[in-house]
């Protein structure tokens, strides 16, 4: 972990330079918690930037934070609005037993579609980073984190939803460790 500590810092540094968190993301199964703070990138606001960090942890003492930046764009057809997504998003961490050093720079994206159902709007986002053995640091081979869910705003600033979220490291042995793989609830508030 500790050779991580520049990375970390680094993504710190960038993300306390470019964004003010504007609202939480809370997600909780039996096995793991995910927490992140988002807001909209000052550097690059006018064109649709979102930054994000958080920590998720799980029941086998496994902790992975992580940055993601983000452009975003919104498209809107006559029936469904829907916004796309695309940028990089940063890990590091470590697993517990046995200790591996988890660092990863990934990048993917996301489709958001809103069903605009009178008063409670319905949300369904897909969301997909993976990254390969070249931008991965320490005892990491690659990352890949899928992560789904449908949301139904309760008020204006919050929506709660169900998501299925699928976080996968490979280590340089080649063995997969699996740090969430399971159904979850929660809650987003916007400030």
Request: net charge negative; aromatic share 10%.
């Amino acid at each position: 972990m500790r050779k991580l500590l520049p990375v970390v810092a680094l993504l710190g540094a960038m993300f306390s330079n470019t964004a003010q968190a504007s609202g939480t993301d809370l997600s909780l199964s039996n096995e793991s918690a995910n927490i992140e703070l988002f807001g909209p990138m000052q550097a690059i606001i006018e064109r649709g930037g979102l930054a994000s960090i958080g920590f998720l942890y799980n029941d086998l003492d496994d902790v992975v934070g992580h940055l993601k930046m983000v452009a975003v764009g919104t498209q809107t057809n006559t029936r469904v609005p829907y916004q796309l997504s695309f940028g990089l998003k940063g890990y590091a961490g470590e697993i517990s037993d046995p200790a591996i050093d988890v660092g990863a720079l990934a990048i993917g994206g996301s489709i958001n579609i809103q069903y605009p159902f009178g008063y409670n709007p319905i949300d369904l986002n897909v969301e997909a980073f993976f990254t390969p053995g070249i931008t991965t640091f320490g005892d990491t081979e690659s990352v890949i984190e899928i992560n789904t869910r449908l949301s139904i705003e309760i008020v204006p600033q919050a929506k709660a939803f169900v998501g299925y979220r699928l976080l996968e490291i490979e280590d340089d042995s080649n063995m997969n460790w699996e740090l969430d793989d399971n159904v979850h609830f929660g809650i987003r508030l916007q400030f």
